[in-house]
């Protein structure tokens, strides 16, 4: 069993940045593939980025390649991703998931509660 937990949300203006961290309990979670999602008001939960256990392999939405970086610190149970460059459309709660066979779908087995990010114009 693995809980998660994210952390570092909060309201930013245009242009800026912001570091989610996501805390997992359990020492299998660096054995998982780990992911961020978020979802904004109205609208369905969307893949944001995945690396693999080992961090050599992530995935970014096309939305976000080149903004958004995902990380994990395994000898801390800890992932990140920090957020450069921010738009008022990246407005939305993220969260973030471990274990999952399809990395860049909502197929995961485990779920944090969930951080705010808001991006002022």
């Known amino acids: 069993q693995v809980q998660l937990v994210e952390s570092g949300g909060g309201l930013v203006q245009a242009g800026g940045s912001l570091r989610l961290s996501c805390a997992a309990s359990?020492?299998?979670?660096?054995?998982?593939?780990m992911g961020w999602f978020r979802q904004a008001p109205g609208k369905e939960r969307e893949f944001v980025a995945s690396?693999?256990?080992?961090?050599?392999?992530?995935y970014y939405a096309k939305s976000v390649k080149g903004r958004f970086t995902i990380s994990r610190d395994n000898a801390k149970n800890t992932g990140y991703l920090q957020m450069n460059s921010l738009k008022p459309e990246d407005t939305a709660v993220y969260y973030c998931?471990?274990?999952?066979?399809?990395?860049?779908?909502?197929?995961?087995?485990?779920w944090g509660q969930g951080t705010q990010v808001t991006v002022s114009s």
């Open positions: 998931a471990a274990s999952s066979e399809r990395p860049q779908s909502l197929e995961y087995d485990y």
């Open positions: 359990g020492r299998t979670f660096s054995r998982y593939t």
């Open positions: 690396i693999n256990w080992s961090g050599g392999v992530t």
